[in-house]
């Protein structure tokens, strides 16, 4: 039997973890670790009132914005620690469709892999309903890193599993990075040190409530990041 849990890092999605609960918690009965970055909108509340309902509901809550890849690190390092052997990670703002859970578990065991990613590439029709300057971005951002990193993977998106039975702590902290950066650092290194990737089909929905987090800061030091990580990475 394989052991689930699910990392959804939180800032301000108070009108999304009913959302969450209902599909994950209820439908696939899959624990849920919410890492949440010192919301101000009720969502901190919304997750506590949750979790004394249902013991699948675990957080932890931090005192200020330390970035989506630390949160995305310190829900790992948790689920190492509790000896999970599957560890999915997946945004709050439902983009990710919870449905494509157990795809991608199936997929995971019939190839023996290590890493499950949801592409945005696969297909034309991924991105149907992002509007045209978002598209954009996206768009270059995912050439930049096929060019810069020599990758064929969709490595900035979020909606992942990782079978941490087979994958060595040490390897998947190789990324240092804590901000958005950390989802296209870690696949790097895991590829290069011959970790089984495999990419799969996703649609990806465009955010239907609250704000985007990203920050053209966050855009600009991705780009920075990227000809380090290419020149000066650790392998």
Same mark, same amino acid.
């Given at each position: 039997?394989?052991?689930?849990?699910?990392?959804?890092?939180?800032?301000?999605? *108070?009108? *999304?973890?009913?959302?969450?609960?209902?599909?994950?918690?209820?439908?696939?009965?899959?624990?849920?670790?919410?890492?949440?970055d010192n919301s101000k909108d009720g969502t901190q509340e919304k997750i506590l009132r949750l979790s004394k309902k249902s013991?699948? #509901?675990?957080?932890?809550?931090?005192?200020?914005?330390?970035?989506?890849?630390?949160?995305?690190?310190?829900?790992?390092?948790?689920?190492?620690?509790?000896?999970?052997?599957?560890?999915?990670?997946?945004?709050?703002?439902?983009?990710?469709?919870?449905?494509?859970?157990?795809?991608?578990?199936? #997929?995971?065991?019939? $190839?023996?892999?290590?890493?499950?990613?949801? /592409?945005?590439?696969?297909?034309? !029709? !991924?991105?149907?309903?992002w509007p045209i300057f978002r598209k954009i971005i996206t768009k270059i951002r995912y050439h930049l890193v096929k060019i810069?990193?020599?990758?064929?993977?969709?490595? /900035?998106?979020?909606?992942?599993?990782? $079978?941490?039975?087979?994958?060595?702590?040490?390897?998947?902290?190789?990324?240092?990075?804590?901000?958005?950066?950390?989802?296209?650092?870690?696949?790097?290194?895991?590829?290069?040190?011959?970790?089984?990737?495999?990419?799969?089909?996703?649609?990806l929905k465009y955010r239907s409530s609250g704000q985007s987090k990203m920050r053209l800061v966050d855009i600009l030091s991705?780009?920075?990041?990227?000809?380090?990580?290419? @020149? @000066?990475?650790?392998?």
């Amino acid at each position: 039997m394989l052991f689930r849990s699910i990392i959804i890092p939180t800032l301000n999605e *108070n009108d *999304n973890i009913n959302y969450l609960f209902k599909l994950i918690v209820k439908k696939f009965k899959i624990p849920i670790l919410f890492i949440d970055d010192n919301s101000k909108d009720g969502t901190q509340e919304k997750i506590l009132r949750l979790s004394k309902k249902s013991n699948l #509901i675990k957080y932890i809550f931090r005192k200020r914005r330390y970035g989506i890849g630390s949160a995305h690190k310190e829900g790992i390092r948790w689920a190492y620690k509790n000896k999970f052997n599957v560890c999915f990670t997946m945004d709050a703002d439902r983009t990710h469709n919870p449905f494509e859970i157990n795809k991608m578990l199936k #997929i995971l065991k019939k $190839n023996n892999a290590h890493v499950i990613i949801t /592409s945005r590439f696969i297909k034309k !029709s !991924s991105l149907k309903d992002w509007p045209i300057f978002r598209k954009i971005i996206t768009k270059i951002r995912y050439h930049l890193v096929k060019i810069i990193l020599n990758t064929h993977l969709d490595s /900035s998106g979020g909606f992942r599993c990782y $079978n941490i039975s087979k994958i060595k702590k040490k390897d998947l902290f190789l990324a240092g990075n804590n901000g958005y950066f950390f989802l296209i650092e870690s696949l790097f290194y895991l590829e290069k040190l011959n970790y089984k990737i495999i990419e799969i089909h996703s649609n990806l929905k465009y955010r239907s409530s609250g704000q985007s987090k990203m920050r053209l800061v966050d855009i600009l030091s991705a780009l920075v990041n990227l000809f380090k990580l290419s @020149f @000066f990475n650790k392998i």
